[in-house]
């Protein structure tokens, strides 16, 4: 658990104020920067940007983050692209209730990307879903992509 991993690097009585501790004003600030350079437009925006004017992809970021720092980079890379934060803060990703909560009602296939595979392996066997690991090391568990770009390629 990540919360438990940064315990050593932020003292805290419990996890109430995690997000303070963690997503303070220097750490959004730095997010701002680069959701303004020339490597974010490039590497994140004008790709998801393509597969949302296609009119056949929806772009959620699906995410334990709060929404002090997901919806500044959903806005950033299109006001159509969605956020999706658990209802539940006990109920987490990797739980397979986060995925079946944020597809709910919609239509399948999902196409979920993701650099860490504990994060993918809920969908695992689940014929709603496309998993991608992104990393440029191939995991045997997964199809990989390096970039958004090569997933948009992937994708049409």
């Known amino acids: 658990d990540v919360k438990l991993g940064l315990r050593d690097m932020y003292p805290l009585v419990d996890f109430s104020d995690f997000g303070k501790k963690v997503y303070n004003p220097s750490l959004i600030s730095h997010l701002r920067d680069h959701l303004k350079s020339d490597e974010f437009y ?3 925006r004008a790709p998801l940007q393509e597969l949302i004017n296609d009119n056949e ?3 959620t970021l699906l995410s334990n983050s709060p929404l002090s720092w997901t919806a500044p980079i959903a806005w950033a890379i299109d006001p159509r692209c969605d956020v999706h934060l658990p209802k539940n803060s006990n109920i987490l990703l990797p739980d397979p209730r986060v995925y079946e909560d944020v597809t709910d009602g919609l ?3 999902f ?3 993701d650099e860490k595979v504990m994060n ?3 969908v695992l066997g689940n014929n709603d879903f496309i998993p991608y690991q992104f990393t440029n ?4 568990i997964f199809p990989t992509v390096q970039s958004l770009d090569e997933l948009r390629v992937l994708l049409k």
């Open 107 to 109: 239509k399948a296939p």
């Open 120 to 122: 993918l392996m809920p």
């Open 137 to 140: 090391q191939f995991s045997g």
């Open 42 to 44: 490039t590497k994140t």
């Open 57 to 59: 992809h929806y772009v």
């Open 111 to 113: 196409v979920i990307v």
